[in-house]
């Protein structure tokens, strides 16, 4: 998979959260990247920010919180087209769930980890 239909599959898993959350997204940019940090080669998405949850009257000007999807990672992970697929949907799920405030421990009792 070339690194354009790599960011066609983020792009489609971001266009399936309902409206209704996907307009309460604020200050949040999405990137894919190569690689993750070499101490993580494993990392699949990270969040980078303040959630929304903690964000206060000091939040103003300030850059956008970052969501990166990592393509090698995933693609070494994943054996299938369909498995992508998934994997993909299921980590940009996981990391806008941190923008929106969820730890790690939460998501992976809600099976999104």
Do not use: K
Request: with cysteine; charged share 25%; aromatic share 8%.
């Amino acid at each position: 998979m070339n690194r354009d239909e790599f960011e066609t599959l983020v792009a489609d898993a971001l266009d399936q959260i309902p409206p209704q959350l996907a307009a309460m997204m604020d200050n949040v940019a999405v990137f894919v990247e190569d690689e993750p940090d070499p101490a993580t080669p494993d990392l699949l998405g990270l969040y980078e920010g303040t959630p929304l949850t903690e964000r206060g009257e000091w939040y103003a000007g300030v850059l956008p919180d970052r969501i990166i999807v990592y393509m090698g990672p995933t693609l070494r992970h994943c054996e299938t087209y369909d498995e992508t697929v998934d994997e993909v949907r299921t980590t940009v799920i996981h990391e806008v769930a941190h923008h929106f405030g969820f730890d790690d421990h939460e998501l992976h009792e809600l099976g999104w980890s």
